[in-house]
Each structure stands twice: as C-alpha cells, then as structure tokens.
C-alpha cells in the first residue's frame, strides 16, 4: 500500500509505538523510516499533537491504527495530512457482528459499573470493546503484572495487550520521548468482555479484580 502509493527510500512514516510491529515492518519493508509518535491516553491511538510534533521535510505519510475498538481522532488527523501534505492511511481491526458488540458492551457496562481500583475505558466514541482494556497503576500497591498473576489464579483469563512497544525492539529501538505510550505498556490489562461470558463469569472477574484491593487513589 505504502509503495503503491510513491512512498518509498527517503521518506518517513510516523506510525504508533504501542502496538503490533507489522506496522513499522510495512514501512521498512517500503524502504522508508517508520518515525514513532505518542498515543492519546484514552483511545490508545495516535495523538494529533505528538504526530505534529514528528513531521519533518522527510515525512510522506502517517498510518493510523484504531485500537481495541476504539478510533483514532481521524478527522484532525486527516486535517493534519492535508495542511503537511501526507498521505494518512488507516488500519482497522476486523468487525464483529452488531450482536456480539451489543453483548460486549453489555458485559463491558457491568465492568465499568462494579470494578473498584483500574482505571477503566471510556466508553465513548461508539466503543466496540473488541479488548476490556483497564488500566492497573503501581502507586505502591500490586502492579500489573502482579495484579494480572492474581487475577489468572482465581480463573479469570487476562491478557497484557502490548507487552513490548516497537520502539523498545532490538530492530526499531529509538531514543524518543513517547511517555502515554510507555505508561500505557507498563499499565494496561485485558480483561475478558466475550460474548460467551456468563454473568457467573462476569461476576468471578470483579471480584477477583476488587479482592486485590486496587488503589488507594484513583487510577487517573
């Protein structure tokens, strides 16, 4: 898509961090220089700021990844490619039947509504839930991967949506200052939202998640 497109040697693609590394892959493989911008700390998508901030005389193009069900504010963002004459490409997550949404949301309501100590996802801007993403801040109290541990032996299934981001491989590593996307690697677990749930599972996960005891102040 990228080479279809003129994009090629010499130019740069600024691309998220906190992610999967097929992205930055694409545009190495095109011959350009995947540039890394910061993520937006609610939707996890790219932040029109911080894209701003990493354009260059270099840059060609930007590609936009939407997020847990969540989109990317894609109308700044392609405010943003008109005025520096980018390229803006988009990259989804595959769609699930409006049942299985609604159930999601169903189940992610119930979270939203018992879970005590995480910080939990905002709902807003027609969240699918595609992942129950919560936040789960050290503060002195059990971090995430301590919190996760706990959580898996009382039966619940979770799951640390993005354990490495690119910028931190061997093959991609950066000096760059990306803070929303390095807090949101060390902070963030998914919690199970299927539509196979039961409320009897439903009701396992707050109280397995709240029998930890969370934070003593909110999570933001």
């Keep these: 898509m990228l080479r279809a497109a003129g994009v090629g040697l010499g130019d740069e693609v600024v691309v998220p961090a906190f992610g999967n590394v097929e992205v930055a892959e694409a545009v190495?493989?095109?011959?350009?220089?995947?540039?890394?911008?910061?993520?937006?700390?609610?939707?996890?998508?790219?932040?029109?700021?911080?894209?701003?901030?990493?354009?260059?005389?270099?840059?060609?193009?930007?590609?936009?990844?939407?997020?847990?069900?969540?989109?990317?504010?894609?109308?700044?963002?392609?405010?943003?490619?008109?005025?520096?004459?980018?390229?803006?490409?988009e990259q989804g997550e595959s769609e699930a039947p409006y049942d299985e949404i609604a159930q999601r949301r169903e189940r992610a309501g119930y979270l939203g509504a018992k879970l005590r100590g995480v910080r939990t996802p905002d709902d807003g801007d027609g969240h699918t839930y595609q992942q129950y993403v919560v936040r789960v801040p050290g503060n002195g109290r059990p971090?995430?991967?301590?919190?996760?541990?706990?959580?898996?032996?009382?039966?619940?299934?979770?799951?640390?949506?993005?354990?490495?981001?690119?910028?931190?491989?061997?093959?991609?590593?950066?000096?760059?200052?990306?803070?929303?996307?390095?807090r949101a690697a060390d902070e963030t677990l998914a919690l199970p939202v299927d539509a196979t749930l039961t409320k009897r599972d439903m009701q396992r996960t707050v109280s397995a998640c709240n029998a930890l005891g969370g934070l003593l102040q909110p999570a933001f």
């Design 143 to 182: 971090d995430r991967d301590a919190f996760a541990r706990a959580v898996r032996a009382k039966g619940v299934e979770c799951r640390v949506p993005v354990k490495t981001p690119v910028h931190r491989l061997p093959e991609f590593r950066r000096c760059v200052s990306l803070p929303e996307t390095e």
């Design 28 to 89: 190495a493989m095109a011959g350009a220089m995947p540039v890394f911008a910061d993520i937006d700390p609610v939707t996890y998508c790219l932040d029109a700021v911080a894209v701003e901030a990493a354009v260059t005389p270099r840059t060609a193009a930007v590609v936009v990844v939407h997020r847990f069900g969540r989109l990317a504010d894609i109308a700044r963002l392609h405010t943003l490619g008109a005025r520096h004459g980018l390229l803006v490409l």
